[in-house]
């Protein structure tokens, strides 16, 4: 098992500095590395021979390894290097060129270029974008491989020493550190631990078998936990309310970036911005304050959603959400132009504009996204659905219509269900999923509950209600009945009472309950009292 663990460094004046210094040198050669690999490309597939402006001599495939740079693409068994292998065989000559780049951990040379050669395999294998030049703002970390130690709230960095850290949790017994990454952000330094167990294995997602090899109801009284479904929520992802639930439960949305006071703030702080001089230590300052509240609301929305993880992979044994396509949704309107005038014409995306907001603060991607490390950490499931039609759905009738909704109303023109639109669609996304993966989710049996105290008997219109129509008929057979535990004294009273109520406040058993018109005074049996 790989775990991952963050920390915030506490380093003295002298190794931030240092930290600093390092970012600016590691940047530089990234970028000077991605843009050998550029010439190597145009060199090898587009021009062939061809003169380099800057260095002024030919460059052949045969006789060069990267872009001009000296060395022999072929290694010595006869197998044709990597690039990134090629570049990191030139570290020692770049020292020697360089030598303020000695200063700097072999390794964290190596791992800068292995960087590179990640973002190369992103974009061939996995369609992503091709690699960037990196500036201050889109380079601030770096990576060791071997070396590190941990004692305490100290860590060991070569060619940094020992440097404090908040250790605000320990490390766990048995696993050994893989690699450190020491990374700068807005309020300070903060270094990333990778640990690694062997004898631990990983997270194990519960397959889509077990949850549709469900058992049968007539077997639910034998079923012991295991893999057998009893529940499933639907969640649909809102901006009103962060996400509705199938069970008619929501989750608020604290809207961290847009509520009206935090946009206040970032308003007033990004004008001071633009009003210093660009280049200034002042505007480097109050761009430094802009980016701590950026990170401080990136901060309490990703604790805020680690808590909603949490609370809803506990609800139930399956979760169902929706498969967005997030980026066309905050995807710009295409243009709109008069072909006549030749102007743009309105296309909506002003008003747009507020809605990408939100749906950029939601952060809807990455919530889903700790659902399902939660759900696998909890051997649970999660399944994606399509979304479509989902809002739009009755969920008694399944009638489609798109008049069904009107804002958050749900009203169905075929049926005339009424219900909140939201909810309809966390009803609408559970039951696909449980059609489409089919799924025999396991229902609970109800059993009757016996009562202490039956409930009172109902009278008709005309009947006056007395003790013994209003007394429940368990207490009037417990008064009828002596009971055996009871001492000989309880006993003969009980059966002296011959199941009468007595009167409270008196405490012989000859008291008498006096009538409307009776006098205390005119009563047969006082006298002998």
């Given at each position: 098992m790989i775990l991952g663990y963050c920390y915030k460094l506490r380093p003295n004046v002298s190794q931030s500095e240092k930290i600093d210094r390092w970012i600016d040198l590691l940047r530089a050669n990234y970028n000077w590395s991605l843009a050998d690999r550029i010439d190597a490309y145009y060199q090898r597939y587009i021009c062939g021979d061809y003169c380099d402006l800057r260095t002024k001599f030919i460059v052949t495939p045969l006789s060069c390894s990267l872009g001009g740079a000296t060395g022999n693409p072929w290694s010595d068994k006869g197998k044709k290097r990597s690039a990134v292998n090629i570049q990191i065989t030139e570290l020692p000559n770049l020292k020697q060129a360089r030598p303020w780049y000695a200063e700097i951990d072999s390794t964290v040379l190596q791992q800068n270029l292995r960087r590179l050669d990640n973002a190369y395999n992103n974009f061939f294998q996995q369609n992503r974008g091709f690699p960037k030049f990196k500036n201050?703002?889109?380079?601030?970390?770096?990576?060791?491989?071997?070396?590190?130690?941990?004692?305490?709230?100290?860590?060991?960095?070569?060619?940094?020493?020992?440097?404090?850290?908040?250790?605000?949790?320990?490390?766990?017994?048995?696993?050994?550190?893989?690699?450190?990454?020491?990374?700068?952000?807005?309020?300070?330094?903060?270094?990333?631990?990778?640990?690694?167990?062997?004898?631990?294995?990983?997270?194990?997602?519960?397959?889509?078998?077990?949850?549709?090899?469900?058992?049968?109801?007539?077997?639910?009284?034998?079923?012991?936990?295991?893999?057998?479904?009893?529940?499933?929520?639907?969640?649909?992802?809102?901006?009103?309310?962060?996400?509705?639930?199938?069970?008619?439960?929501?989750?608020?949305?604290?809207?961290?970036?847009?509520?009206?006071?935090?946009?206040?703030?970032?308003?007033?702080?990004?004008?001071?911005?633009?009003?210093?001089?660009?280049?200034?230590?002042?505007?480097?300052?109050?761009?430094?304050?802009?980016?701590?509240?950026?990170?401080?609301?990136?901060?309490?929305?990703?604790?805020?959603?680690?808590?909603?993880?949490?609370?809803?992979?506990?609800?139930?044994?399956?979760?169902?959400?929706?498969?967005?396509?997030?980026?066309?949704?905050?995807?710009?309107?295409?243009?709109?132009w008069d072909a006549n005038t030749g102007r743009f014409l309105k296309n909506g995306q002003s008003a747009k504009r507020a809605l990408n907001r939100l749906i950029a603060d939601a952060s809807w991607y990455s919530l889903t996204q700790k659902i399902e490390y939660m759900a696998a950490k909890s051997g649970k499931i999660v399944l994606r659905v399509n979304p479509r039609h989902t809002s739009q759905e009755c969920s008694v009738c399944h009638h489609i219509d798109p008049d069904n909704r009107e804002g958050e109303k749900f009203l169905c023109t075929n049926c005339g269900h009424v219900d909140d639109a939201n909810f309809q669609a966390g009803i609408n996304i559970k039951n696909k999923a449980i059609n489409h993966y089919g799924l025999n989710i396991v229902k609970k049996i109800k059993t009757k509950v016996r009562r202490d105290l039956p409930e009172p008997k109902q009278l008709t219109l005309f009947q006056t209600p007395t003790v013994e129509l209003t007394t429940g008929k368990r207490r009037k057979r417990l008064r009828d009945t002596p009971s055996h535990g009871a001492s000989p004294i309880n006993q003969e009273k009980q059966s002296a009472s011959n199941g009468k109520r007595v009167v409270p406040g008196n405490l012989n058993e000859y008291a008498f309950q006096l009538s409307l018109f009776n006098q205390e005074n005119n009563h047969p049996d006082r006298d002998s009292l």
């Open positions: 201050r703002s889109t380079f601030h970390s770096f990576t060791y491989a071997t070396g590190v130690k941990i004692k305490g709230n100290k860590i060991y960095l070569p060619k940094l020493g020992w440097v404090k850290f908040y250790n605000s949790r320990s490390i766990p017994d048995g696993f050994k550190l893989k690699s450190v990454t020491v990374r700068k952000k807005s309020n300070g330094y903060y270094v990333s631990v990778r640990i690694e167990d062997k004898s631990v294995p990983n997270l194990s997602v519960k397959k889509l078998e077990e949850v549709r090899n469900a058992p049968p109801l007539s077997t639910l009284n034998s079923i012991q936990g295991g893999s057998a479904v009893k529940t499933i929520t639907g969640l649909d992802m809102g901006l009103g309310k962060l996400i509705y639930c199938s069970d008619k439960s929501a989750i608020d949305n604290p809207k961290f970036a847009t509520n009206p006071k935090t946009k206040r703030l970032q308003r007033i702080r990004q004008r001071r911005v633009s009003r210093k001089k660009r280049g200034s230590n002042n505007r480097r300052k109050t761009q430094h304050k802009l980016s701590r509240l950026s990170h401080r609301i990136a901060t309490k929305r990703e604790a805020y959603q680690w808590q909603v993880a949490n609370k809803i992979v506990n609800k139930s044994d399956a979760i169902a959400i929706e498969n967005l396509n997030i980026a066309g949704m905050i995807k710009k309107c295409k243009p709109k």
